[in-house]
């Protein structure tokens, strides 16, 4: 094996990096993202690596940006696309770009990429600020999956899947076993589709509240809401406005977190005395 092929196969474990080999599934994915997209269209991909997934998506006529934060990728990126009009490889960092500048029609632009496990939630709350984009496609470990379309009452429920549902609606693509990445991870993947609502449900601030109480919720997901609102160092709600609340939306203050749906989280984070935070 010659070195340029050994390193070509070299992942960095610091960017978390784990490139998809299985053909079947580049394909599968980027027709998930591309769909009938049409000539001349945007796409944003995230993590380019070698560029598995790079071909199938300028072969479907879109105008595709790739941003690509590994040095040695991305120079390797820009050289071999540098003659085609259709590939534009952006040497950068996906939760520091500004993103709406880096296509033509941000809101028409579609989102896909096989992100790493370690940044996987910044990278989803980065992508569903608005403005939206129209649709997203990312492979996501198995587990963390199964938590963004899980619904209240189930075990994994939590603040992730409040917060992707107030802003999307979330369907599943395919499986990715492990044995088709290299190097090979610990546990299995997912393709999802994330498509943002629109018109939008909550604005900047309201989704910044919604996430500013789910996140207090599920950390203490054991005690009842009422104590949750009036006790946590985040919170620290007025007694009168969690009665109020509390009693408005038809709510025991004995209830736990996972029992409330994305809806009484958008709604309660309007009602309730909260301090704004942005995620």
């Known amino acids: 094996m010659s070195p340029a092929r050994k390193r070509r196969k070299r992942a960095k474990r610091s960017l978390g990096q784990n490139f998809l080999i299985d053909p079947n599934l580049q394909r599968k994915i980027a027709e998930a993202a591309?769909?009938?997209?049409?000539?001349?269209?945007?796409?944003?991909?995230?993590?380019?690596?070698?560029?598995?997934?790079?071909?199938h998506l300028a072969s479907s006529g879109a105008a595709v940006t790739a941003v690509e934060l590994d040095d040695h990728l991305a120079a390797t990126l820009g050289a071999r696309y540098s003659d085609d009009p259709r590939v534009t490889v952006v040497h950068?960092?996906?939760?520091?770009?500004d993103l709406p500048s880096l296509t033509a029609d941000w809101g028409r632009t579609r989102v896909v990429g096989?992100?790493?496990?370690?940044i996987t939630t910044p990278i989803i709350f980065r992508l569903l600020q608005l403005p939206y984009p129209a649709d997203i496609v990312l492979t996501v470990q198995a587990e963390v999956a199964a938590r963004i379309m899980s619904g209240p009452g189930t075990r994994v429920y939590g603040a992730l899947s409040?917060?992707?549902a107030v802003h999307a609606r979330?369907?599943?693509?395919?499986?990715?076993?492990?044995?088709?990445?290299?190097?090979?991870p610990r546990v299995d993947s997912a393709a999802i589709r994330i498509t943002p609502r629109d018109p939008p449900r909550v604005t900047i601030e309201?989704?910044?509240r919604v996430r500013a109480l789910t996140r207090a919720a599920f950390s203490w997901r054991r005690k009842q809401l009422g104590t949750i609102l009036r006790r946590h160092p985040d919170l620290r709600c007025p007694a009168s406005s969690i009665r109020d609340a509390l009693a408005a939306r038809t709510l025991s203050p004995t209830v736990r977190?996972?029992?409330?749906?994305?809806?009484?989280?958008?709604?309660?984070s309007g009602a309730l005395t909260l301090p704004a935070q942005r995620f």
């Not at 096989?114 to 370690?118: C, D, S, T």
């Not at 994305?262 to 309660?268: A, G, M, Q, T």
């Open 34 to 55: 591309t769909g009938a997209i049409g000539e001349g269209r945007s796409i944003l991909e995230i993590g380019p690596g070698h560029g598995a997934l790079t071909d």
């Open 92 to 97: 950068g960092d996906i939760l520091s770009v």
């Open 114 to 118: 096989n992100i790493p496990y370690n």
């Open 162 to 164: 409040v917060g992707v």
């Open 170 to 184: 979330v369907t599943k693509v395919c499986r990715v076993p492990r044995q088709a990445f290299r190097p090979v």
């Open 206 to 208: 309201e989704a910044a």
């Open 257 to 268: 977190p996972e029992q409330l749906s994305p809806e009484d989280y958008l709604w309660l």
